[in-house]
């Protein structure tokens, strides 16, 4: 069962109780992918490899003052008829819609993108995924690139779905994958209550990667004390100054992100709630329906390729892969929207 921690308010154990995924069902890695290195493997492979689910972009480009590039890329539930609805007239510029921020060279079409687009689909959600600098086949026309301390552009785009659209009436979430999330949950710490999501999750934030920054992006952003920097590039000092509902999803075996919200973090702001599990690697949390340990992992491979050999020329299909995360997510994002309705509910009927 996913470990929970989180300052237990009213709130927070109303948002939980409607998120059965982390509350009351345990997670079952796929019995193949049974540590983190596999299940991060599993998940560079599936990018390319894994065609379910299929989802449809259309590509919007944004241009922030200082000439960058950054790329939104659309995507919209389904219509009653089953057609795929991909444009921007379709948008409904008042429904609740989820702005995803990718990990490094991440974008639309990644897996784990995909998968939760899909779940939020089945929700209702609109979708618009943002492409960094030089992400998602963009080209790079500023020196500036992809950092994980510049929150401009995040910023710039948010701020110009506030004002072309109305997202926030209903629910209006951030949700980041990797640096992509330590880029996010950065920017919500420094816009505090200015900020106009209304509900954030941060899957797989490193949230202090000091080797990386000090060598690669400090040049390009001309931060020459590369220990200011460090402290500049790290979410985990912008945690207490987050003022939406956070869910932060880590695993324990991930063999990229060692640092996870320590206890003393998360107890400080009653908004951020830290759910963790044993084992999902990088942002993969790819699922089985039954609990295995190595040993038996390993003799359920040997199995399987026996079987495989004594009925050779059959065919199978293989099924698609399920990640517990997207439902995780999708739960969330419900829970909050219809804790905001109801706030906004009573807003309503305490007017005179």
Known sequence: TPHLVYKATLENEQLLARCDTITKCKYYPLWYLFNGH???????????????????????????????????????????????????????????????????????????????????????????VMNARGCGRMPLTTPKFYCLAYTDDLRYTAKYLTETCNFQSEAFMGLGFSLGANVLVKYLGEEREQTPLTVAISVGNPLDVVEYSANIDAPGFNRLVVAAFQQDVSSSTQLNHVAVPLLCVNTEDDPIVVSIPSIEQVHANPNIILCTTSSGGHLAFYEGKHDQTGIECAATAVKKASGKASTHGSSTERRPLRMWSAPVITEFAESVRLQHAEKQRKKVEMKP
């Open 38 to 128: 596999l299940q991060t493997a599993a998940l560079a492979a599936a990018h390319e490899g894994e065609a379910f689910p299929v989802i449809g972009y259309e590509r919007q480009v944004l241009s922030p003052p200082d000439g960058g590039i950054v790329s939104l890329d659309w995507t919209l539930p389904y219509r009653e008829d089953g057609e795929i609805i991909t444009w921007l007239s379709e948008i409904d510029r008042s429904k609740r819609t989820v702005l995803i921020h990718p990990g490094l060279t991440g974008n639309s079409g990644d897996h784990y993108i995909r998968s939760a687009v899909h779940s939020l689909h089945e929700a209702g959600w609109q979708a618009v």
